[in-house]
């Protein structure tokens, strides 16, 4: 099951993309819908990445233009799994989690860590990305069937704090028992990556999904392509519509990953408590990169519904969509709600 199932991508003028048996799947079908009038020849590819299914879906006069840009955007999307990846036992991150040193680094591990400690300074630590150790914790007590003690989440946590890492021009270093996992930002930074490599082939069309969600161009009628945000509580419907307006879109959710039934514990931890924040079940962030969105939407979750709107509000070019645990919405003024235009079939 993908690490994130959360936006699912609808049809422009014309109708909405089926929604799937079991809830909603990405899919890139708006394309050949809604620009295949001007002459522009479609090309798919699907894939999986970073613990989420991929699909790339480019648009050109030219289909071999098109092909050639998905080549150098899956090519870019496995350097990506390479260097940040946590499922790849021979990824540089999973290298410097298993030795504490990691040398030579790949500029990718070094900017990704660099924005996670401008994140976690401008977050007050609420954004960890050394938390690793929490979910190793929480895992392997839901492996035998249960809730982590107490005390095994209070280890836990002494291993955790941004400061444990190293980051030189020589080599990254981790102290102190410290893990790292770059789950809340990989798939953004995937997000820039391959919507960069698809713009530098010519590709002025495309919908790129890589866990998190970007668009480039726009539908046949000018609008931006338009996506379902999943509701956190029903898995056949979503709970509001968006455009992809130029900005990134990630969501955060406590509906995937679960440690308990009421979804009360889950994948996202609170770095000062060891647990999961208690006040959001869903957070969808707009933002002007897919690795500023990914933060954001953790960040922002974990801090709750004050704090996340400040941390929002002072990001210039961010909007957010909440979604408490008692259902209520509630949007930034810039967020890029998007009318229904439709009915899911």
């Known amino acids: 099951m993908d690490r994130r199932r959360f936006l699912v991508i609808l049809a422009g003028a014309g109708g909405l993309c089926a929604l799937d048996a079991l809830g909603p799947v990405r899919r890139a079908c708006t394309a050949a819908e809604t620009l295949a009038a001007e002459g522009l020849t479609t090309a798919t590819r699907t894939s999986w990445a970073l613990g989420a299914e991929v699909r790339l879906t480019a648009l050109h006069a030219e289909r071999a233009v098109a092909e050639r840009a998905l080549d150098a955007a899956l090519a870019e999307l496995v350097s990506v799994q390479r260097v940040l990846s946590i499922y790849r036992p021979d990824s540089q991150l999973s290298r410097l989690n298993r030795d504490g040193r990691f040398a030579g680094a790949h500029p990718w591990l070094t900017e990704a860590l660099t924005a996670a400690r401008s994140m976690s300074e401008r977050t007050g630590g609420a954004f960890d990305v050394t938390v690793q150790p929490l979910w190793e914790a929480w895992s392997q007590a839901q492996a035998a069937g249960g809730l982590p003690e107490p005390g095994t989440v209070a280890a836990a946590r002494e291993r955790v704090g941004f400061a444990r890492i190293g980051i030189a021009e020589d080599a990254i270093t981790l102290r102190d028992g410290a893990a790292v996992t770059l789950n809340g930002l990989a798939q953004g930074l ?87 924040p208690p ?41 957010a969509l909440f979604v408490d645990k008692d259902g209520r919405v509630l949007a930034t003024s810039g967020f890029p709600v998007a009318p229904a235009g439709g009915e899911a079939r």
């Open 279 to 319: 006040q959001l079940a869903a957070l969808t962030v707009a933002a002007a990169t897919g690795i500023e969105a990914d933060m954001l939407s953790t960040a922002a979750f974990v801090l709750g519904l004050g704090a996340g709107r400040e941390l929002i509000a002072s990001t210039p070019g961010a909007d």
């Open 190 to 276: 995937a997000v820039d990556r391959v919507t960069a490599a698809l713009h530098a082939h010519g590709i002025e069309h495309a919908l790129v999904d890589t866990g998190e969600l970007a668009g480039i161009g726009a539908r046949r009628d000018g609008d931006p392509w338009r996506v379902g945000i999943q509701h956190p509580r029903r898995p056949e419907a979503y709970i509001s519509l968006a455009h992809l307006d130029g900005r990134a879109l990630a969501t955060s959710g406590d509906y995937v990953t679960s440690f308990s039934a009421d979804l009360a514990h889950h994948h996202i931890f609170d770095p000062a408590t060891g647990d999961s």
